[in-house]
């Protein structure tokens, strides 16, 4: 899943050239170097599958959630003079990423654990797809400037950034009524999101955006060590 990720994060940074030159806390490339980097991407994604050649079911969730999808989020498409990219798409730019990691993290569970329990494996895709959601929303508040400027269609440019900001903090609400239960990490996992969200703006660093990712994995690990 971090090959897949690394393929994603690095060929989304080839196609980004436009918005990222104003996006500048997006460490936007030398448009010399995209060549470059393409190779890299393209690695990442080729070498975990000649590992995973050998498990039929998990090399092709590995190709169409972590290489496809990203591949066709990004592309652009050329159609007449014009070149289109599904993630200008209104929501796509959210949904895409987030679907890509809930399917990476999730079906080989389903496919290497037949007889794990699918209600709590439901359960889990359903919080992963969720988090990941609000994520890729927190990040575009980031981004507001460059994503409007190429044309992207966001949350945080479409509807305004105030607004954007309570339907992440209504996404936190239905993640926490699918956990089913409000411990004490969670709570304080979710007391830390909240304030984040609410002071986020555009002019952030470019780590404050990731602080909701490196919360949820502390998270997950406290309520690992806690079941081991």
Same mark, same amino acid.
């Given at each position: 899943?971090?090959?897949?990720?690394?393929?994603?994060?690095?060929?989304?940074?080839?196609?980004?050239?436009?918005?990222?030159?104003?996006?500048?806390?997006?460490?936007?490339?030398?448009?010399?170097?995209?060549? =470059?980097?393409?190779? $890299?991407?393209?690695? !990442?994604?080729?070498?975990?599958?000649?590992?995973?050649?050998?498990?039929?079911?998990?090399? &092709?969730?590995?190709?169409?959630?972590?290489?496809? #999808?990203?591949?066709?989020?990004?592309?652009?498409?050329?159609?007449?003079?014009?070149?289109?990219? #599904?993630?200008?798409?209104?929501?796509?730019?959210? @949904?895409?990423? &987030?679907?890509?990691?809930?399917?990476?993290? !999730?079906?080989?569970?389903?496919?290497?654990?037949?007889?794990?329990?699918?209600?709590? #494996?439901?359960?889990? &895709? @359903?919080?992963?797809?969720?988090? *990941? =959601?609000?994520?890729?929303? $927190?990040?575009? $508040?980031?981004?507001?400037?460059?994503?409007?400027? &190429?044309?992207v269609q966001t949350l945080p440019n479409t509807i305004g950034i105030p607004a954007a900001k309570a339907v992440i903090l209504l996404i936190f609400a239905l993640y926490c009524f699918v956990s089913h239960y409000m411990s004490p990490p969670l709570v304080l996992a979710q007391a830390a999101n909240i304030l984040i969200i609410i002071f986020a703006t555009k002019t952030r660093p470019y780590w404050y955006f990731h602080l909701i990712?490196?919360?949820?994995?502390?998270?997950?690990?406290? $309520?690992? *060590?806690?079941?081991?």
């Open positions: 899943m971090g090959m897949a990720a690394a393929w994603v994060y690095l060929f989304n940074k080839t196609t980004d050239l436009v918005e990222d030159n104003i996006n500048t806390a997006s460490h936007p490339i030398d448009v010399n170097h995209r060549k =470059t980097l393409c190779k $890299i991407a393209l690695a !990442c994604l080729a070498i975990p599958a000649l590992w995973l050649w050998q498990m039929p079911k998990i090399f &092709a969730v590995y190709l169409v959630f972590g290489g496809l #999808l990203g591949f066709l989020y990004s592309y652009p498409i050329k159609i007449g003079e014009q070149r289109y990219r #599904l993630k200008n798409i209104f929501l796509i730019k959210n @949904i895409t990423p &987030a679907l890509s990691w809930t399917g990476c993290t !999730c079906l080989p569970v389903y496919f290497l654990y037949p007889h794990f329990p699918q209600v709590i #494996l439901l359960r889990q &895709a @359903i919080s992963v797809f969720l988090v *990941m =959601t609000c994520v890729e929303i $927190i990040w575009d $508040i980031r981004d507001v400037e460059g994503d409007t400027h &190429a044309g990712v490196f919360i949820w994995v502390i998270y997950n690990s406290v $309520i690992l *060590m806690q079941k081991i």
